[in-house]
T-cell receptor
């Protein structure tokens, strides 16, 4: 089946630094999604990408849908303590019941 | 808007006991899902439903049963709990468009 490789699996950064994480797949997706999970909560959708090459921003977050449709990255600029959490990438192919394949997650910790 | 509500939030079971986790959504979503989240494993799909009265197996269905008697509710049952089922369980729902999932806040289950 489809698998997503998400990296890095964890990272410690200083407050104010920029962060980059990425996701690659063995097969193509029609939609890429990025979620954030705060400690003790469920994942919340941050950004959805629907077209190859699409670059979308949401505040300090920027995500891109790779040209090959097999990868995506998420950048966070000027990190702040509340950015702490687990970031999941997810790939989706429309049709049927919307089966979403999740990456293993990137655990981000911000040092004040 | 409540979104997706899971009950209970925490539970401790003894091996062999049974229990039911309840998920309720108020967004009129067609699709509902149960995931489990374990350290280093990401989110794994247990069962899902594409509509009222329908259910299907996901990646890790063994030891679990589900029912969707009403569109807004999706129940996850453990007939005979095992320590390997200690996990955090998330319910999610989605509509027909490719907009991704809305997650509940999770149920933390410990089987001793």
């Amino acid at each position: 089946g489809q698998q997503l490789n998400q990296s890095p699996q964890s990272m410690f950064i200083q407050e104010g630094e920029d962060v980059s994480m990425n996701c690659t797949s063995s097969s193509i997706f029609n939609t890429w999604l990025w979620y954030k999970q705060d400690p003790g909560e469920g994942p919340v959708l941050l950004i959805a990408l629907y077209k190859a090459g699409e670059l979308t921003s949401n505040g300090r977050l920027t995500a891109q849908f790779g040209i090959t449709r097999k990868d995506s990255f998420l950048n966070i600029s000027a990190s702040i303590p509340s950015d702490v959490g687990i970031y999941f990438c997810a790939g989706l192919n429309s049709g049927g019941y919307q089966k979403v394949t999740f990456g293993i997650g990137t655990k981000l910790q911000v040092i004040p | 808007n409540a979104g997706v509500t899971q009950t209970p939030k925490f539970r401790v079971l003894k091996t062999g006991q049974s229990m039911t986790l309840l998920c309720a959504q108020d967004m009129n979503h067609e699709y509902m899902y149960w995931y489990r989240q374990d350290p280093g494993m990401g989110l794994r799909l247990i069962h899902y439903s594409v509509g009222e009265g329908t259910t299907a197996k996901g990646e890790v269905p063994d030891g679990y049963n589900v029912s969707r008697l009403k569109k807004q509710n999706f129940l996850l049952g453990l007939e005979s709990a095992a320590p390997s089922q200690t996990s955090v369980y998330f319910c999610a729902s989605s509509g027909r468009n490719a907009g991704g999932y809305t997650f509940g806040s999770g149920t933390r289950l410990t089987v001793v």
